[in-house]
Nanobody, 121 residues
Framework: QVQLAESGGDLVQAGGSLRLSCAAS????????MGWYRQAPGKQRELVAT???????NYADSVKGRFTIYRGNAKNTVYLQMNSLKPEDTAVYYC???????????????WGQGTQVTVSS
């Protein structure tokens, strides 16, 4: 069993900052990457930022220069620092990870339940 738990979502004014956290727990042998996605009302889920293990970060054009994704000192954590927030950043933010469980032979995609970020104008 593997779980991803997000936290840090909140209501914030435009121009403000938030930091989202995600921790993966359970029967984890290895993680090949972690990332953040978001889904606004009436829209499809979209990539925000990804960080492959040992690889380069990747950001959506809409957040470049404002958001930073980074792994924590604890092995199975990832953060999203969001600065200069805009009303269009309002969405439910989901953590994603590619995880190899003990006893498994392949990496599977796992998702958290999401954390709400609301940016008021």
């Amino acid at each position: 069993q593997v779980q991803l738990a997000e936290s840090g979502g909140d209501l914030v004014q435009a121009g403000g900052s938030l930091r989202l956290s995600c921790a993966a727990s359970g029967s984890i042998f290895s993680i090949n990457g972690m990332g953040w996605y978001r889904q606004a009302p009436g829209k499809q889920r979209e990539l925000v930022a990804t960080l492959p293990t040992g690889g380069r970060t990747n950001y959506a054009d809409s957040v470049k220069g404002r958001f930073t994704i980074y792994r924590g000192n604890a092995k199975n954590t990832v953060y999203l620092q969001m600065n200069s927030l805009k009303p269009e950043d309002t969405a439910v933010y989901y953590c994603n990870a590619g995880i190899l469980r003990y006893g498994s032979s392949r990496y599977d995609d796992y998702w958290g339940q999401g954390t709400q970020v609301t940016v008021s104008s």
